[in-house]
């Protein structure tokens, strides 16, 4: 059998296309390279899954290989597929990005889970429950707890104004923009509270490890929602003390950690006046990637 081609071009069908694709990135040295190439191919045809599958043998219009064409310099050039594509997964809801807000990341999960968790031991009653995310960026940690918690309002805070933006309008795409508001500010200096739960994934990469990053985070993620300072922890230092002067009585502040930062966290947390009163909670890698701390009733 003669060796498939590495570039795309007209003539090939859909299945030959996806796997040329797969090659050229795979030799590339990219990871998930036959996943990107899914992706990429779908993107470019407009086809789902089923529709790649049922339509494998159809050649592709030359406008459909320049589209392809560019994703795929764009992925050689390791601009990560969910920049390319505009949006990306999380918690199974699809949100928009733009330039000014991170790819949610699986692990990024972890903290909504520990905010579930939480949220079923908190004692509300005679009111709505009341959720902020701190840094709120596209929206993916506020958004995934209103669809899980129907009756709870919630706040994103960024300063950004155009992840403000972006955040609201993946709150509307989702219907969730009735119980979700946005405020440009630092942290949370604009909010009142009392909140039930406070949650965050603020920037905690050290600066100086920035320039070490991947490719697809360094060059391609803003570096306001990465770099942490000189540490890794100015956002914490910032961001807890104004959590506890805002959280209600029992809420909890849940917050993402970099790697080897949760012990950390949690001394900051005990200075801030709140309680730590479980583990961190990890993440898939097995990684504490989830911080939680109480502020207990007087």
């Known amino acids: 059998m003669a060796p498939l081609a590495t570039n795309i071009y007209p003539g090939h069908n859909v299945e030959s296309a996806r796997r040329a694709l797969a090659a050229r990135l795979q030799a590339a040295g990219i990871e998930e390279a036959a996943l990107d190439a899914r992706l990429l191919v779908g993107a470019a045809l407009e086809l789902d899954l089923t529709g790649m599958v049922t339509q494998a043998s159809r050649q592709l219009t030359p406008e459909e290989t320049t589209q392809l064409e560019r994703y795929a310099q764009r992925r050689l050039a390791h601009e990560p597929v969910a920049r390319i594509l505009g949006v990306r997964d999380f918690w199974g809801m699809p949100l928009r990005l733009s330039e000014a807000t991170l790819v949610p990341r699986p692990d990024t999960e972890t903290v909504v889970e520990l905010a579930l968790e939480i949220f079923r031991e908190l004692a509300i009653s005679g009111r709505r429950p009341r959720i902020a995310d701190i840094g709120v960026g596209s929206g993916a940690i506020l958004l995934a707890l209103l669809w899980e918690i129907p009756d709870a309002f919630g706040v994103g805070t960024d300063v950004s104004p155009t992840a403000l933006d972006t955040a609201r309008d993946n709150a509307a795409a989702l219907g969730l923009g009735g119980r979700a508001g946005f405020?440009?500010?630092?942290?949370?200096t604009a909010l009142r509270g009392p909140f039930d739960?406070?949650?965050?994934?603020?920037?905690?990469?050290p600066s100086a490890e920035i320039p070490r990053l991947s490719i697809e985070v360094r060059d391609h993620d803003p570096h306001l929602a990465?770099?942490?300072?000189?540490?890794?922890?100015?956002a914490y230092r910032a961001l807890i003390p104004q959590a506890a002067e805002r959280l209600a009585p029992g809420g909890a502040l849940i917050v993402e950690a970099g790697q080897g930062q949760a012990r950390n966290i949690e001394t900051l947390m005990i200075a801030g006046a709140l309680t730590v009163d479980r583990p961190p909670k990890a993440d898939l890698a097995g990684i504490p990637r989830a911080v939680s701390a109480r502020k207990m009733p007087p």
């Open 183 to 188: 405020v440009a500010c630092s942290y949370l």
């Open 226 to 234: 990465l770099d942490g300072g000189n540490d890794g922890y100015d």
């Open 197 to 205: 739960l406070i949650v965050s994934n603020p920037p905690y990469i």
